[in-house]
């Protein structure tokens, strides 16, 4: 089976900074894929650049392809793109607070996508918006759905958000950091909100987060994502099981477990390096415990058949 | 859910005390033909110069016209002109300052240059002037007091779409497939609306004062058609004289600028126009 959405080696650039190197992913049907990194690794680059909204910040894709269903996006006419956009891929924004309208009422930003592109009239539109509404757990739909965006609380506008993904029935659901503005109670109810739908209705999601525990929870596959390229890509069992990357398994070593000693939790030292200065042969190699002349020279590859990593020296962990 | 904001500023005391102000000219504007017992443009020299009386509640005129009679129709005369000029202004605004917030580029900077060169001379200059090229009148103080207001219009849209077209639920409108017109129809404008709106509110205000000095200077609607700066005009002559001839309809100036300021205070709060642009936590 192919996968749904296929990124094949991308790179990216704004203007002259080359922000993605490469980077390939393949999120299929039923499947979360988990796409992890610090914040300016590139993670929200890849989600635009799987909408096709990369102009929107002045990027584009100098190398490499991104399909949709076995369709090359780049050969697309805007319109083909902007006809996918909420149809078929749905998007579910990064801060719940500030993705809706203010002065628009709830119902009618759910609406206003499936009578886009379902053709809905008024009222079968808002009939679907009612039971995308009451799927998500949202109580009293009809009356959420009247009410304006200021009145609901930042874990049910986040449905909301999820409501306005879903109303165009798509086949995959990108979703950027969707937890990341919420408390830590709803995030939770969120993320099995989102691992339901995948399970339920069979859709492809690639859920950007920072945080590998969530990756943990209930993703399939884990991409990570270091300074604009791949550093390690498989299923999330055999990577947590064993990490190869250095930047992996100590992005593990930043969940909290339980039962740990004051002051054992670590971080990772230093900081992802700027666009503009990236640093030569791998770009870890200045964060990283084992490295060596080889690393500050030559760029790994990224090697493998089942997870695939791009180290000179991969192994357990550090 | 609550009641729309207009009704919602006549809960706060002098947003009603206002809106009642603005209600009764507006009614009297509108029926003037009913209220009236004289004719405002018919000559009767016996009774000219009458103080206020029974007959002539606030008085006569060097002609013997009726003062209450005038003052109605001059309602008509400056309110209608100041609130055409302020709704043509109002629209030319919006659609410059969108688009040239929308497009950007060689359109925006003209656009900014020429509405800051404008913006940097009292409406009062760029009216006279425009007055002097077209010629004086109903029509010519209309176009002149828009211009004048147009300004004020361009800039404010032009910054709330800037400020609104960065955010987030702009970019996930598109993310869902939302076109260019759906944006700027669907979600810009009506976003920047608010606080247009109570900008029209209170530039209505002064544009009532502008029409009113542009009659004064005589520039504004010509005799026999009364307005409510022709009448000081008249009555500056008569100030010892007949005080009340200039003395009504400057009162009735006053009155409804600061009816209209008060009333558009009102109507911010009730508005609530910063809460409503920020939805944070």
């Known amino acids: 089976m192919t996968a749904l959405l296929e990124v094949d080696r991308i790179d990216v650039a704004i203007g002259a900074l080359r922000l993605l190197d490469g980077v390939s992913l393949a999120v299929e049907r039923g499947q ?53 956009r909420g149809r078929r891929i749905g998007f579910v924004t990064q801060n719940p607070m500030t993705a809706l309208d ?11 996508v499936s009578r ?71 995030q939770a109810q969120i993320i099995q909100i989102l691992g339901a739908l995948v399970r339920d209705r069979g ?38 099981a064993a990490p190869s990357h250095p930047y992996t398994s100590a992005l593990i070593g930043c969940i909290p477990q339980e039962g740990m000693a004051r002051g054992t939790l670590r971080g990772i030292p230093g900081t992802v390096p700027g666009a503009a200065a990236f640093p030569s042969g791998c770009r870890f190699h200045p964060r990283c415990p084992r490295a060596s002349d080889l690393c500050r020279t030559v760029v790994p590859p990224l090697t493998g058949t089942g997870p695939r990593v791009a180290c000179h020296h991969p192994g357990g962990p550090a | 859910m609550s009641a729309p904001a207009p009704l919602r500023a006549l809960r706060r005391p002098l947003g009603a005390v206002a809106g009642l102000w603005l209600a009764l000219v507006l009614l009297a504007a509108v029926f003037a033909p009913l209220l009236t017992p004289y004719a405002y443009d018919v000559q009767s020299l016996p009774d000219a110069y009458q103080p206020p009386s029974s007959a002539h509640w606030l008085g006569t005129d060097e002609f013997g016209r009726d003062l209450l009679t005038r003052l109605i129709y001059g309602a008509r005369t400056s309110l209608s002109v100041s609130a055409t000029a ?19 580029g060689w359109l925006d900077r003209a656009v900014t240059v020429v509405v800051d060169l404008t ?10 002037i ?58 810009l404008l009506p976003n920047a609306l608010a606080p247009v709106l109570v900008g029209a509110m209170l530039a209505t205000g002064d544009a009532i004062i502008l029409e009113a000095t542009l009659g004064f200077f005589g520039l504004g609607a010509q005799p026999p058609v009364p307005s409510w700066g022709g009448m000081m005009s008249a009555g500056s002559a008569l100030v010892f004289k007949a005080p009340w001839v200039i003395l009504f309809p400057g009162l009735t100036v006053a009155i409804t600028v600061v009816a209209i300021n008060l009333y558009g205070d009102a109507l911010i709060a009730a508005l609530d126009i910063r809460a409503k642009l920020r939805t944070g936590p």
């Open chain 1, 116 to 186: 886009l592109h379902l053709g809905l009239s008024p009222a079968q539109a808002r009939a679907r918006t009612l039971e995308l509404m009451t799927q998500l757990r949202i109580p009293e739909a009809a009356a959420v759905a009247e009410a304006w965006p200021h009145q609901l609380s930042g874990g049910m506008k986040q449905r909301i958000v999820i409501a306005m993904a879903l109303a165009g029935d798509p086949d995959l659901i990108i979703a950027d950091e969707p937890t990341t503005a919420l408390d830590v109670t709803v």
């Open chain 1, 32 to 84: 979360i894929l988990g796409l992890v990194g610090e914040s300016g690794s590139g993670k929200s680059l890849t989600a635009l650049a799987a909408l096709g909204l990369l102009p929107l910040i002045g990027g584009r894709v100098t190398a490499g392809a991104v399909r949709f269903d076995g369709q090359d996006m780049g050969a697309m006419t805007d319109r083909q793109r902007r006809a996918l």
């Open chain 1, 203 to 240: 859709v492809a999601l690639l859920l950007i987060t920072h945080d590998m525990g969530v990756v943990a929870q209930i993703c399939d596959r884990v991409a990570v994502l270091y300074a604009g390229r791949l550093a390690e890509e498989g299923p999330v069992a055999q990577i947590f």
């Open chain 2, 130 to 187: 425009l007055v002097a090229i077209i010629g004086p009148g109903t029509l010519g103080t209309m176009i002149a007091i828009s211009v004048a207001y147009l300004a004020q219009f361009t800039r404010l849209t032009r910054a709330q779409i800037l400020t609104l077209k960065g955010e987030t639920f702009i970019e996930a409108a598109r993310s869902l497939g939302a076109g260019n017109a759906q944006i700027l129809f669907g979600h």
């Open chain 2, 86 to 104: 302020i709704a043509i202004s109002v629209f030319c605004g919006m659609v410059l300052g969108a688009a040239a917030a929308w497009f950007g």
């Open chain 2, 119 to 128: 913006w940097s001379f009292p409406e009062i200059l760029i009216a006279l």
């Open chain 1, 102 to 112: 203010p002065v628009q009422r709830i119902g009618a930003q759910i609406d206003v």
